[in-house]
């Protein structure tokens, strides 16, 4: 079974800190995407990130893949308390189902006024 | 365009009762999908739909039966639940879009089995 595993699963932090989540595996991945679910909703994509070493920025979120497609971060400057809410990793592997994701079990960021 | 609907919202059922989840999208995606969200577990597939007419068996599909309606809609029938099943259920709908699938998600349902 392939897994994602991400870290820290827990992550609070002051207004203005900059931090950075891990997702690794010991897979290859096609893909590799990044959701944001806040509490009470559905996981909203915020993210895809195809090449080795690709280098994605969405204002203040910089993703980026690894080398060998196996394991990405995410990480965020100057967080605000409107980046509160569990990040989750999905990657696609080669030969899977089309469409069918495998999920990370998130990281749970609290971003403190 | 709403997306990604589920009804219902909350629903509280009793050991052994029956009750159908229904999920419909308005993106005219071909492929939909069932997941299941408890904590610590992540998102874990029940069923999904690559297309209209299709279903396949995802990670966890024991106690649980799909139909695809149509092509905007799935639904997730659970014919007699019991409180492992107590749990966040999510739909979600994707199209290829880039060459990499891109699911959407809707609202959830939380589900309560005494």
């Known amino acids: 079974t392939q897994l994602l595993e991400q870290s820290p699963q827990f992550l609070s932090i002051q207004e203005g800190e900059n931090l950075t989540v891990y997702c690794n595996s010991s897979s290859v991945f096609s893909s590799l995407q990044w959701y944001r679910q806040e509490p009470g909703e559905g996981p909203v994509l915020l993210v895809t990130v195809v090449t080795g070493g690709e280098v994605k920025k969405l204002k203040r979120l910089t993703f980026q893949f690894g080398d060998a497609r196996k394991d990405s971060s995410l990480h965020i400057t100057a967080a605000q308390p409107g980046d509160t809410g569990l990040y989750l990793c999905?990657?696609?592997?080669?030969?899977?189902?089309?469409?069918?994701?495998?999920f990370g079990k998130g990281t749970k960021l609290s971003v403190k006024p | 365009n709403a997306g990604v609907t589920q009804t219902p919202k909350f629903q509280v059922l009793k050991t052994g009762q029956s009750m159908t989840l229904q999920c419909a999208q308005d993106?005219?995606?071909?492929?939909m999908y069932w997941y299941r969200q408890d904590p610590g577990m992540g998102l874990r597939l029940i069923y999904y739909s690559a297309s209209e007419g299709t279903t396949d068996k995802g990670e966890v599909p024991n106690g649980y039966n799909v139909s695809r309606l149509n092509k905007r809609e799935f639904s997730l029938r659970l014919e007699s639940a019991a409180p492992s099943q107590t749990s966040v259920y999510f739909c979600?709908?994707?199209?290829?879009?880039?060459?990499?699938?891109?699911?959407?998600f809707g609202p959830g349902t939380r589900l309560t089995v005494t």
């Open positions: 979600a709908s994707s199209e290829l879009a880039g060459a990499h699938y891109e699911q959407y």
């Open positions: 993106m005219n995606h071909n492929s």
């Open positions: 999905a990657g696609r592997n080669y030969g899977g189902s089309q469409g069918n994701l495998i």
